[in-house]
């Protein structure tokens, strides 16, 4: 007979074994980082010694895309397939969920045995199963929006549940991350440990010891058109940088603490253009433009031991590529059985003279739609463009190779026709209780507000609603119960003392409950602090949690309403999240 001791042995032979057989692997994603905002690059302004070395001991792509904005970019790489076939069509209020019909690159490796985890900016679904742990990832920490208000412990989530985060949110995701590699390391079993930072977005903060380096500082090397350049702006997000550079720094340096470094496959890449007017190797183009300098991004790869080191490819790659690539190079099964429109670059990666077709990729965003060749890029507005040649996108030369032109012209149209046949068409309700997750975030992001409710800035994300003075204004969102069942329900909200006493009630289809304001609450805008250029985006609160019991909801699609019963002040509240939590199973 076995005892558990020996059949813990077992399996610890056998993870250790598939370890050994399989690489781990880490993927690296950062938000709003330009091509050159790395020193390898050329970029003298700052320095990126540990990417750098991603590169110069392993492979780098010359020219390399994405797409022109964040969540299409994160889409693209964990299911393969362009962000136009998956639902996503916005970066906010659902639009950034990829349906659940997709299978991501976690799904392949946790179905092959891996742990998977992911540290960082989501921003492809909160709301289970479009959040992280219903995508693949068994664990998640980090935030599920596309913007988030402060970058120093601020409110973030472990798994569904809302934890506090502990110092600068990148090396807390990065702490977060080597704690997963340790831990699975130790068990043998191999991992796939996803990096979705969130840096250099805005808001542009940074720990005092990277913006020192900066804040007075000569930038030396400068944009096409330096007189759109904001130095603030830019000498923070250089600053963020760094400090990226210095995370994986750390990483690297775990890796070599742990004895793995050669059995650990690592990618390195941005989500899209720069996020200002910077140094960007004289490319047209920034974040949100499907040029050159949109969509190009830097690519590292390192393989020690497998990898030619301080190879550079030429030909083109794309993040839709990452999918194929890595399962591949893993020896593993991808367990999607739709249409990939990304290709494994593993010939390109191992071999030295690889048959390789060329191909067109497509760099979609919104209505502007660019294609590109191993030479030419046709840009949004029908443009032509030798790369090879005019790489700043200058002189346009439809008239002189009109072949050209005809061949990426229809490669455009042929993806509006088929590829964006229904985009931005979206009739998916926010599921706001599965039966396979104990927590529900329903944030004021994904809502409506009614009448005179205002969000406290015009981009959904980290926003909160306010101006509640009307007591017939209500606040809605198209829901759908995944199941029937009890749940305790939890408030997020802020009252100043002179408005205290509304009472109000939360709604879905015959279930109600209802809830008074009896404790004043009324903090001050906080990040402002931190930041180290002014903001766009919403400043944040620390608002309140109160308990407001629990509600029964039925399973069915519905409308979730909280309105006013009564309001004796002149506001009924502030609001920010819902927050379901499953008490009877």
């Not at 032979?13 to 905002?37: C, K, S």
């Not at 890796?255 to 253009?273: K, P, R, S």
């Not at 080191?309 to 590529?321: A, H, M, R, T």
């Not at 890595?326 to 099964?333: K, N, P, Q, S, Y």
Request: charge should be neutral; proline fraction near 5%.
């Amino acid at each position: 007979m076995k005892t558990a001791a020996t059949l813990l042995f077992c399996v610890t032979f056998v993870w250790t074994a598939l370890a050994a057989d399989r690489p781990n692997v880490i993927v690296i994603l950062t938000d709003d980082q330009g091509w050159g905002d790395v020193s390898i690059n050329g970029n003298t302004n700052l320095s990126t010694p540990h990417i750098d070395s991603l590169a110069e001991e392993g492979i780098r792509f010359d020219r390399f895309y994405v797409c022109a904005v964040c969540s299409p970019t994160r889409a693209e790489f964990l299911t393969g397939r362009y962000h136009a076939r998956s639902g996503v069509y916005s970066t906010s209020a659902g639009g950034e969920r990829m349906d659940l019909d997709e299978v991501t690159i976690a799904d392949s490796f946790k179905a092959s045995g891996y742990a998977t985890g992911a540290f960082g900016k989501w921003h492809n679904g909160m709301q289970y199963p479009y959040h992280p742990n219903g995508r693949g990832f068994e664990e998640y920490y980090g935030f599920a929006s596309g913007h988030w208000g402060d970058y120093f412990s601020p409110p973030l989530e472990r798994n569904g549940k809302i934890v506090k985060g502990e110092g600068f949110v990148v090396d807390d995701f990065t702490n977060k991350a080597m704690d997963f590699i340790e831990e699975n390391h130790k068990k043998g079993k191999p991992f796939f440990a996803y990096l979705p930072y969130n840096t250099p977005h805005s808001p542009m903060q940074v720990p005092d010891e990277f913006w020192d380096r900066f804040k007075d500082k000569e930038i030396k090397m400068r944009n096409r058109e330096p007189e759109k350049e904001k130095m603030g702006h830019l000498r923070a997000a250089l600053a963020m940088c760094e400090n990226i550079d210095w995370n994986v720094g750390r990483l690297l340096e775990k890796l070599d603490d742990l004895g793995i470094a050669e059995d650990t496959i690592i990618v390195y890449f941005h989500d899209n253009g720069p996020n200002g007017t910077r140094w960007n190797g004289d490319m047209k183009g920034r974040k949100g433009a499907t040029d050159e300098g949109g969509v190009r991004t830097a690519m590292h790869m390192r393989w020690k031991g497998t990898f030619e080191e301080g190879k550079i490819i030429k030909q083109i790659g794309s993040g839709l590529d990452l999918h194929s690539t890595l399962a591949d190079l893993a020896g593993i099964e991808t367990v999607n059985t739709k249409r990939l429109d990304g290709r494994s670059l593993k010939p390109l990666l191992l071999e030295d003279d690889p048959e390789w077709k060329g191909r067109i990729i497509i760099n979609q965003w919104k209505d502007k739609v660019s294609a590109r060749n191993q030479r030419y890029r046709l840009g949004d507005r029908g443009g032509l463009f030798d790369i090879q040649k005019d790489p700043g996108q200058r002189r346009d030369i439809s008239d002189e190779k009109p072949d050209v032109k005809k061949r990426l012209q229809a490669a455009v149209d042929r993806f509006k026709k088929n590829v964006m046949k229904n985009y931005g068409v979206d009739n998916r309700p926010f599921v706001i209780a599965h039966p396979d997750y104990k927590y529900t975030q329903i944030p004021a992001r994904d809502g409506t507000g009614h009448g005179e409710i205002k969000r406290s800035n015009r981009f959904p994300n980290c926003s909160y609603f306010l101006n509640w003075v009307n007591q017939e204004d209500t606040i809605t969102w198209t829901a759908e119960v995944g199941a029937s069942g009890k749940y305790q329900v939890e408030m997020e909200y802020a009252c100043p003392a002179d408005d205290v006493g509304s009472t109000f009630e939360l709604s879905f289809n015959d279930a109600k409950l209802r809830g008074k304001i009896t404790e004043a609450h009324d903090p001050p805008l906080r990040g402002a602090e931190n930041d180290r250029d002014p903001r766009t985006e919403s400043y944040v609160k620390d608002f309140k949690t109160m308990n407001l019991g629990v509600i029964d909801l039925k399973k069915g699609k519905g409308e979730l309403t909280l309105k006013a019963l009564d309001m004796p002040g002149s506001q009924v509240m502030e609001f920010r999240l819902l927050m379901l939590t499953r008490v009877d199973g």
